[in-house]
C-alpha cells in the first residue's frame, strides 16, 4: 500500500488542463471503446461491413449524376468519378466522425453516470473508429485508381497530414457539440442540417477553384475544403494547394480544437449531474 | 492502520430546477409561454431551489476496514459514493483517496446487448479499470464464477436476466482495487448466487482490501461489517459500532407517536399504483399501537390504482430488531378481487392472535408489479406498534408476564396430554 499514489478530490475553479498522465493510463480503455464501437457498427445488418463501400459508391454515383451529367463540371486530367470518389471518401469519414462524436456522450449515458475515465476518449473513439470505414474505402479508391489507370506521384506522402487535419477538425466540432449536447438536446436534432451546409460548403462535388477569387480566404476557412482538395491533391494531383490557404484552413481547425476540448473540459464536471 | 479515505466536510448541491428545464431550448420557450398563461401565483422560479444531497460529511476509513453506510432513501449515500468514484464533483470539502478505486455502483456498466458475453467481459473489465492482461489472466475464473460458460459466444441481448446479472457481478467480483465501493448490488439474482456473492465480497474484504458498503438490507451489513455511518438528510447522523447505528436508523423516520402513516412525496401519486396511507388497528377499526398477544393486529392500506394492472402486488416486511419476520403480500392469500381497476382500495391484511411474540415490530411496505421489472418501490420502515403478552389469559401467563418467552414468534401450539 505504501507509496499508492494520493488522489484528491475538491470542487475544480477555472479553466481546467488536459491531464496527459491520467489519459495515458486509460488508453486500454481508449482501445476498447473504439474496438466496441467498430464491432457493434454493423451488427445485425443484412449487408454488413459492405456498407463501408456501398455508401461512398452510391455518394461517387449520385455526385456524378448531378455534377458531372446534370450540370456539367468536369476536371481537367482526372476523370470525374475518381475525383469525386476522393471527395466523397473524406467527407463521410468527416461527416460520419462529427455526427458519431456529437452523440457519443448521450449514448454513452450509462458509462457516465456510473464509472469514471477521462470523458474525451468517448467523442475520441467515436471518430477514430471510423477508420476502418475509412480504409476500406480508401481500398476502394485504389482499385479505381487501377480501373482508371491513373498513377499517384509523390504528393501522396502528404496523404497521413490531411487525415489528420480531418481528425483534428472533426475532434474539434465533436468536442464542441458532444458537450453541448449533455445539457442540449437540441443539437441532436440540428446537426443533420448543420452537416447538410457543411457539405454545400464544401468541395465535394467540384472543385475549390469554382469558387470566386475574392471569397477564396474566407472560403478556406472551413478547414474540410482544405481536407477534401488536400485529398485529392495527394492522391490525384489535382488542383493546387497555396500555402497561405492552407496555412488559414489549419489554423482555423487548430483554433476550433482547442476551444471545443476547453469547452469540453469545462463542462466535463457537471456530466454526470445533467446527463 | 492507514488511513485510505479521509472526508473532510463534504458538501454537495444539487439544482433541482435545471434538471428539468433545460434539456432544450424549446423547453425554455416553452415555460416562457406557460408562465403566461397560468394563472396560479406559483412562479416557477421557486423550483429552482437547491438541495444539499450531502452536508458537511465527515470520516475516515481506515486500511482493510468493510464499513457499512446506511440511511433511508435520499439521505446521501449514494452522492457519496458518485463523489468517491469521481463521478461527480463534490460543490465544497475534500477528498483523500489512497490506492486504486473502483466502483460497483451498478454491475454490467457499459455491457453492450450486440457484443458476446466473451467481448463483454473484455469491455467491461476494461472500462472498471482492469489492465487486458489482468482480464485475460483471470478470464476463466470469472467464466466459472458466472456460470455461464455454454453461452459465451452468444450475443449477451439473448441471455437472461440471470445470466446477464451473474456475468456482471463475476467480472466486478475480480476487480482487485485497493478500495471497492458497492452500491446494493445483492438486491437481485436468486438466493443461491446471492450466498456466492457474499461469499465473495467476504473473501475480499478478509483480503486487506477496504471496502465501502451502501445497502439497505440490515442483515448484510451486520454481516459483513463492524462500523457503519448513518446518513440522514445528508449528514452523519450516527457513526460507529454496527448495531448501535443500525438501530439509531431505524428510529430515524419511523413514525413514533402514530398508528398511522400518511404518504406525502409528490412524486409517488404520479406511479401506476401508490400507497396513500398505511394504519394499524384492532379488528374494531381503532388505531393502536400498542397490542396483546391475544389480539389479532390489522394492517391496513389505502391504496390508489392509477394505471391498472393485473399482477399488482401490495405488502410489507414486518421486522424485529432489524430481522425480517416475514413478507407478506395480498396475492399470498388465494381469491383477492385484482387490482385491475383504477380507483381507491382498501387492502387489510390480518396478523392473527397468538402468531408475535413479546416486543417492538417495524413494518415496511412493499409495492410490485409482477412481470414489470423496473417497478418495485420498496419503502423504508415507517411504522413501528409493540406486542405484550396477555396476562389475563391463565395462570401460566401471569407466572410468564415479567420474563418472556425467547423467539420471534409465541404461537399458540396444541399440548395434549393423556394419563396412561
Redesign the interface.
Known amino acids: 500500500?505504501t507509496g499508492?499514489?494520493?488522489?484528491?478530490?475538491?470542487?475544480?475553479r477555472g479553466i481546467s488542463l488536459v491531464r496527459w498522465k491520467e489519459l495515458w493510463q486509460y488508453r486500454?480503455?481508449f482501445y476498447?471503446l473504439v474496438?466496441?464501437d467498430i464491432?457493434?457498427r454493423y451488427?445485425?445488418t443484412f449487408l454488413g461491413t459492405l456498407w463501408a463501400l456501398i455508401r461512398p459508391l452510391m455518394g461517387m454515383i449520385v455526385f456524378t449524376l448531378i455534377f458531372n451529367k446534370l450540370i456539367g463540371f468536369s476536371v481537367e486530367g482526372v476523370p470525374y468519378l475518381l475525383f469525386t470518389f476522393c471527395g466523397v471518401v473524406a467527407w463521410n469519414f468527416f461527416a460520419e466522425g462529427v455526427s458519431g462524436a456529437s452523440q457519443s456522450l448521450l449514448s454513452?449515458a450509462?458509462?457516465?453516470?456510473?464509472?469514471?475515465?477521462p470523458r474525451v476518449i468517448i467523442p475520441a473513439a467515436a471518430i477514430l473508429s471510423g477508420l476502418v470505414d475509412f480504409a476500406i474505402a480508401f481500398i476502394l479508391a485504389v482499385v479505381l485508381m487501377v480501373y482508371f489507370q491513373f498513377a499517384p506521384s509523390i504528393t501522396i506522402l502528404f496523404l497521413p497530414f490531411f487525415i489528420l487535419l480531418t481528425i483534428v477538425t472533426s475532434l474539434g466540432i465533436g468536442f464542441l457539440f458532444s458537450s453541448i449536447s449533455v445539457?442540449?438536446?437540441?443539437i441532436a436534432h440540428a446537426l443533420p442540417y448543420i452537416i447538410q451546409v457543411m457539405f454545400w460548403i464544401t468541395p465535394v462535388g467540384y472543385a475549390a477553384n469554382k469558387i470566386p477569387g475574392e471569397l477564396q480566404i474566407l472560403y478556406w476557412c472551413n478547414p474540410i475544403v482544405c481536407v477534401i482538395e488536400g485529398f485529392r491533391w495527394s492522391m490525384l494531383h489535382s488542383g493546387e494547394m497555396p500555402l497561405h490557404l492552407v496555412g488559414i484552413s489549419v489554423s482555423v481547425a487548430l483554433a476550433l480544437f482547442i476551444l471545443g476540448l476547453v469547452n469540453f473540459l469545462r463542462m466535463e464536471?457537471k456530466f454526470?449531474?445533467?446527463i | 492502520m492507514?488511513t485510505?479515505i479521509d472526508i473532510k466536510n463534504l458538501s454537495k448541491r444539487?439544482r433541482i430546477g435545471?434538471?428539468r428545464r433545460?434539456?432544450?431550448?424549446?423547453d425554455l420557450f416553452d415555460e416562457k409561454l406557460r408562465e403566461l398563461t397560468r394563472f396560479s401565483k406559483r412562479n416557477i422560479r421557486n423550483d429552482e431551489s437547491t438541495i444539499w444531497a450531502l452536508k458537511d460529511v465527515s470520516f475516515s476509513v481506515e486500511?482493510g476496514e468493510v464499513l457499512g453506510i446506511i440511511g433511508r432513501n435520499g439521505a446521501g449515500k449514494s452522492t457519496l459514493l458518485?463523489?468517491?468514484?469521481?463521478?461527480?464533483?463534490?460543490?465544497?470539502?475534500?477528498?483523500?483517496?489512497?490506492?486504486?478505486?473502483a466502483?460497483l455502483?451498478?454491475v454490467g456498466?457499459?455491457f453492450?446487448g450486440?457484443?458476446t458475453g466473451r467481448?463483454n467481459i473484455?469491455?467491461n473489465g476494461?472500462?472498471?479499470?482492469m489492465?487486458?492482461k489482468e482480464i485475460q489472466e483471470k478470464f476463466d475464473e470469472i467464466v466459472a464464477f458466472s456460470e455461464v460458460e455454454k453461452f459465451l459466444d452468444t450475443p449477451l441481448k439473448r441471455y437472461s436476466s440471470g445470466m446477464h446479472m451473474r456475468l456482471a457481478f463475476a467480472v466486478a467480483a475480480h476487480l482487485e482495487p485497493?478500495i471497492l465501493l458497492i452500491d446494493e448490488v445483492l438486491a437481485v439474482g436468486d438466493i443461491q448466487f446471492q450466498r456466492k456473492c457474499i461469499s465473495k465480497m467476504d473473501q475480499i474484504g478478509s483480503s486487506g482490501r477496504t471496502i465501502l458498503f451502501v445497502s439497505h438490507t440490515m442483515s448484510l451489513i451486520r454481516q459483513l461489517c463492524k462500523r457503519a455511518i448513518l446518513l440522514h438528510q445528508g449528514s452523519v447522523a450516527a457513526s460507529g459500532d454496527v448495531d448501535a447505528v443500525i438501530s439509531r436508523y431505524e428510529d430515524i423516520g419511523i413514525e413514533q407517536q402514530s398508528s398511522e402513516w400518511t404518504n406525502d412525496d409528490e412524486r409517488d401519486k404520479k406511479e401506476a399504483i401508490w400507497i396513500q396511507k398505511i394504519a394499524i388497528e384492532d379488528t374494531a377499526g381503532v388505531q393502536k399501537r400498542s397490542f396483546l398477544n391475544s389480539d389479532d393486529i390489522i394492517v391496513r392500506f389505502t391504496v390508489q390504482v392509477n394505471d391498472p394492472h393485473p399482477y399488482l402486488k401490495v405488502g410489507f416486511d414486518l421486522l424485529k430488531d432489524g430481522t425480517p419476520v416475514f413478507r407478506t403480500q395480498q396475492t399470498d392469500y388465494p381469491n383477492q378481487i385484482p387490482l385491475d381497476k383504477p380507483g381507491v382500495y382498501d387492502v387489510k391484511c390480518r396478523i392473527p392472535q397468538h402468531l408475535l411474540n413479546a416486543g417492538e415490530y417495524t413494518i415496511t411496505p412493499l409495492l410490485s408489479a409482477h412481470l414489470i421489472k423496473s417497478f418495485m418501490h420498496r419503502f423504508e420502515p415507517i411504522l413501528k406498534f409493540e406486542v405484550t403478552i396477555d396476562a389475563s389469559l391463565s395462570d401460566y401467563y401471569s407466572v410468564l408476564s415479567r420474563q418472556n418467552h425467547p423467539g420471534v414468534v409465541f404461537p399458540s401450539l396444541r399440548w395434549d396430554i393423556e394419563s396412561r
Not at chain 1, 110 to 117: A, D, G, M, Q, R
Not at chain 2, 22 to 26: A, D, E, G, K, N
Not at chain 2, 84 to 92: A, K, N, Q, V, Y
Open positions: 500500500m499508492a499514489e494520493e488522489i484528491i478530490l475538491r470542487p475544480s486500454e480503455l476498447f474496438w466496441r464491432k457493434i451488427k445485425q454513452n450509462n458509462l457516465i453516470s456510473k464509472v469514471y475515465f445539457q442540449y438536446r437540441d464536471r454526470a449531474d445533467v | 492507514e485510505v444539487y435545471s434538471l433545460h434539456t432544450s431550448f424549446r486500511q458518485k463523489i468517491l468514484s469521481r463521478i461527480t464533483e463534490p460543490t465544497d470539502g475534500v477528498v483523500r483517496l489512497r490506492g486504486r478505486i466502483s455502483l451498478e456498466t457499459g453492450s450486440e457484443l467481448e473484455f469491455l476494461a472500462i472498471l479499470g489492465k487486458k485497493e
